[in-house]
């Protein structure tokens, strides 16, 4: 009895007694593997969140481990639980085998679609500074990460402010100006402004013209971008779409000037509209261009004073009876001189709007002045329904004997009694028998220009009638020089024939 009064007395501390009516020792594994048992499945969270600290204390960042945890319960009536250490530290173990990644803290800068990440603010305000630097070469202007007031969340954006205005801020605020000090400051810088010499040449304003987000992130460490590649992602000058609009005086090689590319490169965007390098462009066409632009534009307005010969506006004079095809130069222009001071906004290298400010007029322009109708000449239209174009304008095989080799017009066979309209307004000069037009009229129109219908079956208007445009006028036959049953139709400016489908 003493024996087994000494063993129970040492055992005991090691050894739990359990009921057998419920589990109440729990197994621990962690990716299959057993890592300790315990009593409690509410202290395997305890061990779990110590292991974890223990991890997170020696990374660098935010860590993710992916494993997979099971409990499995027994009851028993003699059982030992591990010690909570133990578990912990092989808990720690198997985490350590798995670990996923360790995700780095980055400022992730987005610029449009483009994005990159950076190790600290500083190399974000580095990075921003070399865009900006080229186009402040005195370092005039402060780049400044301030909170986006247009975000909900937590957003970072550039505000780009002069440096001077900053030390003026911070000087105001020890020494403030107020009151009539204030009056004569503002009375001092307007004087300053009427001289040529109150002006401050150079760069006004300046800013970024792209928004710019900064936000905190988490990433994988192989997403980190260098600062030295970063500046050379975001200032590098990457081809983009674009669309130009034509300009008068404008070719496809001066296009390509403009835009930094070649006519082979517009050509190949634009296969639809300019085929080949003669194609025919007019001012107003939009055509697509690929044009070198870097990630981060900087927008900058420049104070600049220049000399310059200039134009002056162009003047005219409406006249109310002439059309406006029709004009007449009264007075041609002289360039004048002047001295310029003039604020101009450039985007990167691009000069995009210019405002005079100062103006010195040496000499004055003399205006060209311009004599221009305001009518809208009349405009002609097929003078029948359907029809085949059976022969057109010019040369041809004389098909009829005594038909010309030389066509004065167009011819749409058509069966005789088609109606026939007067493909514009005017007053109708002749009206009857044509010798090889067989009955034939003709319509002399406001502008001078004249139509022919010639072939005609039955003449419907007579000499002197007035007819609008589409209004009938004939039908249509087989008279005269004829090889079948068609509508013949010219188009005479100053008594000469055109070819009608230029005027159609």
């Given amino acids: 009895m003493l024996v087994t009064a000494l063993l129970v007395f040492m055992v005991v501390p090691a050894i739990s007694l359990f009921s057998e009516d419920k589990n109440n020792l729990f197994s621990v594994f962690i990716d299959g593997s057993l890592v300790g048992r315990v009593s409690d499945p509410a202290s395997v969270d305890r061990m779990v969140v110590n292991a974890r600290r223990k991890l997170a204390r020696e990374a660098n960042g935010l860590l993710l481990i992916d494993y997979d945890m099971v409990l499995s319960g027994s009851s028993v009536i003699f059982g030992q639980a591990d010690d909570e250490e133990a578990v912990t530290e092989n808990i720690y173990q198997a985490f350590s085998q798995s670990i996923a990644r360790t995700k780095q803290p980055v400022y992730e800068i987005k610029i449009n679609e483009f994005t990159v990440n950076l190790r600290s603010s500083d190399e974000v305000l580095e990075l921003l500074n070399q865009s900006k630097n080229k186009y402040d070469e005195n370092n005039e202007y402060t780049v400044e990460i301030v909170l986006d007031p247009t975000r909900e969340l937590n ?208 000499a004055e322009a003399v205006p060209k002045i311009i004599e221009r109708g305001t009518q809208i000449p009349p405009t002609f239209l097929k003078p029948i329904s359907g029809g085949r174009l059976s022969s057109r304008f010019g040369k041809r095989k004389a098909p009829t004997r005594g038909a010309s080799t030389f066509h004065k017009g167009i011819d749409w066979a058509t069966p005789v009694g088609t109606s026939v309209v007067a493909s514009s307004g005017g007053t109708v000069i002749r009206a009857g028998w044509g010798s090889g037009y067989g009955y034939c009229v003709y319509i002399e129109h406001p502008d001078g220009k004249v139509t022919r219908y010639g072939h005609l079956s039955k003449i419907l208007v007579k000499n002197g009638q007035s007819v609008n445009q589409g209004e009938k006028i004939a039908l249509s036959g087989n008279t005269g020089i004829s090889s079948g049953p068609h509508l013949h139709f010219e188009i005479l400016v100053n008594g000469v024939q055109v070819n009608p489908l230029n005027y159609l």
């Fill in 155 to 362: 957003v970072l954006t550039t505000h780009v402010v002069k440096t001077a205005d900053l030390l003026k801020e911070q000087e105001d605020a020890i020494f403030p100006s107020a009151g009539a000090i204030r009056k004569l400051d503002q009375i001092y810088e307007e004087a300053r402004n009427q001289t040529l010499e109150g002006f401050d040449f150079g760069v006004k304003d300046l800013t970024f013209g792209e928004n710019v987000e900064v936000v905190r992130a988490y990433v994988d460490s192989d997403q980190i971008t260098t600062l030295e590649d970063a500046i050379a992602e975001v200032t590098k000058k990457e081809e983009k779409d674009t669309i130009y609009e034509v300009e008068a005086g404008d070719s496809l090689s001066v296009i390509a000037q403009k835009n930094g590319t070649t006519i082979e490169n517009i050509i190949s965007m634009n296969r639809e509209t300019i085929p080949n390098a003669t194609a025919m462009i007019r001012p107003g066409d939009m055509i697509k261009v690929m044009v070198p632009k870097p990630e981060l534009s900087v927008v900058r307005t420049e104070e600049i004073y220049y000399e310059e010969n200039y134009e002056a506006e162009v003047q005219y004079i409406e006249n109310d009876e002439w059309y406006t095809n029709h004009q007449e130069i009264k007075q041609e222009p002289v360039a004048g001189f002047r001295k310029v001071v003039a604020d101009i906004i450039y985007r990167n290298d691009d000069a995009i709007s210019k405002n005079i400010i100062y103006e010195n007029i040496v």
